[in-house]
């Protein structure tokens, strides 16, 4: 499964990584680099939950606590005023989907309310764009935008339809942890590879 995390990752959130950066906009980088930083948390989780029994609430809390935290970050990027402003809310409104970890039943119907506010931003950015010349850039952004939440989504039906799926006959998560801390020092900042 985490073969198939990563293939999903690379077909879906890089593509969006790279709209991101073609439309050559500030904020909208910095935002997309928290996206990158955000699945990228999420997939060192999926790594626990693969080789690990489910942790204590403790430990489950600081698992969370680094794609938390890029969710924030993506949120804080939001500027009512900003001329990016509809590009901002569009990813703000559709990466809480990667909550669906703590989501116990039917994740996938979450991730779909998230896919549901792609239309709204999305058709605006569009018609906004559409005379700017640049109107095939931002119809990839949102394209590519549409395309990692539903990937996302087709990656948890798969693996995790019912709810996060841990490894029952795996360790305890605390014979795991100097593991991860080795590995994310190892792997270096996220936002790197995909420039």
């Known amino acids: 499964q985490l073969r198939r ?14 709209a991101s950066y073609a439309l050559n906009r500030e904020k909208v980088t910095i935002q997309a680099d928290w996206v990158q930083k955000a699945f990228k948390a999420q997939r ?4 626990v939950v693969a080789a690990c029994k489910r942790p204590t609430e403790e430990e489950l809390s600081d698992l969370l606590a680094e794609t938390s935290e890029a969710l924030m970050e993506i949120e804080e990027q939001c500027d009512s ?16 989907c990667l909550a669906w970890v703590s989501v116990p039943m039917n ?9 549901n506010a792609v239309p709204v931003f999305g058709e605006k950015i569009v018609n906004e764009m559409r005379s700017s010349g640049e109107g095939d850039l931002h119809n990839n952004f949102v394209q590519t935008f549409r395309d990692m939440l539903r990937g996302l989504n087709d990656y948890v039906r798969l693996y995790h339809g019912k709810g ?32």
Do not use: C, Q
């Open 44 to 47: 060192d989780f999926m790594r």
């Open 5 to 18: 995390h990563d293939e999903m990752m690379l077909s879906k959130v890089v593509p969006f990584i790279e």
């Open 164 to 195: 996060l799926s841990w490894n029952m006959e795996g360790m305890d998560f605390a014979d795991m942890t100097f593991e991860i801390e080795t590995s994310r020092v190892s792997e270096g900042s996220p936002a790197d590879s995909a420039r």
């Open 107 to 115: 994740p996938t119907t979450y991730i779909g309310d998230m896919l």
């Open 81 to 96: 005023s900003s001329e990016d402003r509809l590009h901002l809310s569009l990813v703000a409104s559709g990466m809480p």
